[in-house]
């Protein structure tokens, strides 16, 4: 990725060294894009247009725009590509949302979260 690429981005936060995280999950869903770009699954000003769209409609529904949201509104609009590119199912991140939301509901405090290996489930 060029700083061209990083400056056509909505409001990436970011600092002099690059973009930055609150947490381990936006890195990952920040590095899923790139990756997903850099095998061409879909064009630089593809993923602009939905991350774009994504915010806009966030505004619209009243998000104050903080910067608090930033990544949730990314994860949306990459989950939203990948849906309208066919490269997942939606029934797919469904399934994952909600082993994430059990292992995260059966995690003592303090714990690292850890999902069930696929195809298994307690």
């Known amino acids: 990725m060029t700083r061209a690429d990083l400056d056509a981005l909505p409001a990436l936060p970011r600092d002099d060294e690059g973009p930055v995280f609150a947490e381990p999950w936006e890195a990952q869903a920040f ?4 990756r997903l770009h850099e095998q061409g699954a879909f ?10 769209g994504e915010i806009r409609a966030a505004r619209g529904r009243g998000d104050p725009d903080l910067g608090n949201t930033y990544y949730q509104h990314w994860l949306a609009a990459l989950e939203k590509l990948t849906f309208a590119k066919g490269l997942v199912a939606r029934a797919e991140i469904e399934q994952r949302k909600q082993d994430w939301c059990r292992a995260y ?3 003592p405090h303090g714990q690292p ?9 307690d």
């Open 105 to 107: 509901l059966n995690t």
């Open 31 to 34: 590095a899923m894009t790139l």
């Open 113 to 121: 979260i850890e999902l069930t290996p696929v195809g298994r489930r």
């Open 43 to 52: 064009t630089w000003p593809e993923w602009t247009e939905a991350l774009s």
